[in-house]
Nanobody, 124 residues
C-alpha cells in the first residue's frame, strides 16, 4: 500500500551538489523512520542516512558524514537528501526506504518499503 518515489538524481561534476527527494503516498502514513541507501553496480546496497519521524535523530554513513544532510517535511510527506562536495565514489542508484522500527535502523533488512531508486552520477 505504501508508495515511495525518489527524484532529483542526475549527472554532476566532482565537487557539485544534488538534492534528492522522496515522496510517500498511497495512504496516511505516520511515525516512520526514513532512510537513504545507495548501490553501485557489483556492490552491496549501503546505508547513507536516516531520519526518524520527529526529525530529532539523524544518522549518516561514515563515507558521507559532513557532506550529506537528511531532512523531512511531514506535512508534504517528503524526505530530502542534500548532497554536497560530491565525489565519483558517490555514483550509485539512491533508494529511499521506510521502516517503523525504532532502534536506529541502518540495515537493509530493517526497511520494508522501498522506492525504485534514482541514478546519481558524479563525473571526474
Amino acid at each position: 500500500q505504501v508508495q515511495v518515489v525518489e527524484s532529483g538524481g542526475g549527472l554532476v561534476q566532482t565537487g557539485g551538489s544534488l538534492r534528492l527527494s522522496c515522496v510517500v503516498s498511497g495512504g496516511t502514513f505516520i511515525g516512520y523512520t526514513s532512510g537513504w541507501f545507495r548501490q553501485a553496480p557489483g556492490k552491496e546496497r549501503e546505508f547513507v542516512a536516516s531520519i526518524n519521524w520527529s526529525g530529532h535523530s539523524t544518522y549518516y554513513g561514515d563515507s558521507v558524514k559532513g557532506r550529506f544532510t537528511i531532512s523531512r517535511d511531514n506535512a508534504k510527506n517528503t524526505v530530502s537528501l542534500q548532497m554536497n562536495s560530491l565525489k565519483p565514489d558517490d555514483t550509485a542508484v539512491y533508494y529511499c526506504a521506510l521502516t517503523w522500527r525504532t532502534n536506529n535502523p541502518q540495515r537493509v533488512t530493517d526497511f520494508a518499503s522501498w522506492g525504485q531508486g534514482t541514478q546519481v552520477t558524479v563525473s571526474s
